[in-house]
DNA sequence: AATAAGATGAACAACGTT
DNA sequence: AACGTTGTTCATCTTATT
């Protein structure tokens, strides 16, 4: 049972991570540049993406008397009481890298506009009606929703509001690999012709169970070659559900820790040294970094000379380890994280790196009062960015007991980014 | 006491059909 | 327009094991 120290290091072998990149997915091209931001905006969120509407030309035959192409945004878009927010598809934001598609302006209320910048970031797939009231308390900015699998070999779909400039945004290289066989080559011999996942599911904070390979291993091992039509449903129905990948005959099993990190865009071992438990947990829980970072991106000319950072919600320390893959130094970060377990693999990480700058610990938001930020901002002259994504416990799809949304026990503390972000304004005086 | 393992659906969007 | 199908999801809790 489980997963022996000879599976693991076997396992940190299957991550490719010199592997070279070739084009998967297969993406539509589309030449957009909009300098009219208020209509891409409009087109972005309120009608269907363009760059799916380039898809449907694409195709080659066409009813196209059919008036219905987009009967569910139509639905929505006369029934819905503005509670629901229109997520793009493709997931895209406001472009990715490889892509055509870009919005490079937009116009942000004179409140919302930076410094300090700010990056606040969430699950997309919340309850009805939360994006809006996040973006309500958030100066009214237009959520960015971003799949990462544009970025990495796992989908991610997040959304993030932000005041950063969108012009120049550039990815960190060398791009990760986005493809399953490409992120862990080893899988790839093992790997049946039937399924056909190209990239993985969402990285999660709990993994399958041994029992669940056992069942699926008899499962197949009564077939000789292909599995009948409904043992293939049923295996690739929990493949999919469970992220497991082929290590070897009739044999699938979750990802490692060291696998995850690499798909996750942080160093190899980022999170060592601690339980499997809480390796799964704390990188579940995190950043997708090449996806951050690509929004980060467009600091790194603003502040050559480094940056000012109010981390809240750090985590593993997706946004720090972002800042550094951009090459953006910091000179002072003030880290606000509740478990003592990442912010031991934060300093861990500090340390390693030689950062030069100067790191400080909050355990909880709530001693982030005004007084404390007001010591910070005098001593170092001001936050640059305040960044971090709050709690999505109680918003989360998987989570089965306590989805009860952003009032919920833990996801409320977005409320104290908010009051956080809004002191850190007014002390500065930006306001 | 810490850790691992296993069992535990529903909400919601996307897509298809009628 | 309406309705059914398919697919995805930064989790929580209890129990067993170390």
Known sequence: MGYSPNEASAAVSRCG???????????????????????????????????????????????????????????????????????????????????????????????????PYFLYENVALTPKGVWNTIKSHLYEIEPEFVDSKFFCAAARKRGYIHNLPLNDRFPIQPLPPRSIFQALPATEKWWPSWDDREQLNCILTCVGSAQLTDR????????????????????????KKWNLVWTGKNKVAPLEPDEIELIMGYPLYHTRGYSRSERYKGLGNAFQVDTVAYQLSVLKSLYPEGMNVLSLFSGIGGAEVALHKLGIPMKNVVS????????????????????????????????????????????????DLVIGGSPCNNLAGGNRRT?????????????????????VKIIMGTT
């Open 17 to 115: 991570i010199d592997a070279p990149l070739s084009e998967l997915v297969d993406f539509i091209s589309a030449a957009h540049l909009s300098k009219e931001a208020d209509a891409e905006m409009d087109k972005l969120y309120f009608s269907s993406h363009p760059l799916q509407k380039d898809k449907k030309r694409k195709l080659p035959k066409e009813k196209s008397h059919s008036i219905k192409r987009y009967p569910k945004i139509e639905r929505k878009r006369r029934d819905d009481d503005d509670d629901a927010l229109h997520l793009p598809n493709p997931m895209i934001g406001f472009g990715v890298p490889r892509e055509s598609f870009q919005v490079v302006s937009r116009t942000l209320r004179r409140e919302a506009i930076g410094p």
């Open 216 to 239: 699926i291993r008899t499962a197949l091992e009564k077939y000789d070659g292909v599995p009948d039509k409904h043992v293939k449903k049923y295996v690739m129905g929990q493949v």
């Open 336 to 383: 606000v994280e509740k478990s003592n377990v990442c912010r031991r693999i934060i300093e861990g990480w500090w340390e390693q790196t030689n950062q030069e700058g100067k790191l400080i610990h909050v355990s909880d938001v709530r001693e982030v009062t005004d007084g404390k930020l007001e010591g910070w901002i005098r001593s170092f002259g001001g936050f």
């Open 403 to 423: 989805r009860d949304g952003l009032e919920g026990e833990h996801s409320s503390l977005f409320f104290d980014y908010v009051r956080i972000l809004d002191t």
